[in-house]
Nanobody
Framework: QVQLMESGGGLVQPGGSLRLSCQASGRSVSFYDMAWYRQAPGKQRELVASITSGGSTNYADSVKGRFTISRVTISRDNAKNTVYLQMNSLKPEDTAVYYC???????WGQGTQVTVSS
């Protein structure tokens, strides 16, 4: 059994940055793919970014620019059993509850609220 605990959410102005953390407990998640999802009010939960056990990353089109680097970076620190989501240049449409997810055994965290507003 794995418990996933997100932290780092909050209120930020447009253009600001946040770093979300997902602390896993119960066992190591270093051998498993991990992901961040988000759910905005009235919308379906959607994938934001994922990272494989080997460190390969994937990002949703909504957070990566076509001609610019991604606004979001997912990373992991296996020694700390933690996955991160660095978010830059935040927009009001990024407002959502952000969830950490381990797909192998379908484990979800409880979510952390991110609100982007002036």
């Amino acid at each position: 059994q794995v418990q996933l605990m997100e932290s780092g959410g909050g209120l930020v102005q447009p253009g600001g940055s946040l770093r979300l953390s997902c602390q896993a407990s119960g066992r190591s998640v270093s051998f498993y793919d991990m992901a961040w999802y988000r759910q905005a009010p009235g919308k379906q939960r959607e994938l934001v970014a994922s990272i494989t056990s080997g460190g390969s990353t994937n990002y949703a089109d909504s957070v990566k620019g076509r001609f610019t680097i991604s606004r979001v970076t997912i990373s992991r620190d296996n020694a700390k059993n933690t996955v991160y989501l660095q978010m830059n240049s935040l927009k009001p449409e990024d407002t959502a509850v952000y969830y950490c997810y381990e797909p192998m055994y379908d484990y979800w965290g409880q979510g952390t609220q991110v609100t982007v507003s002036s």
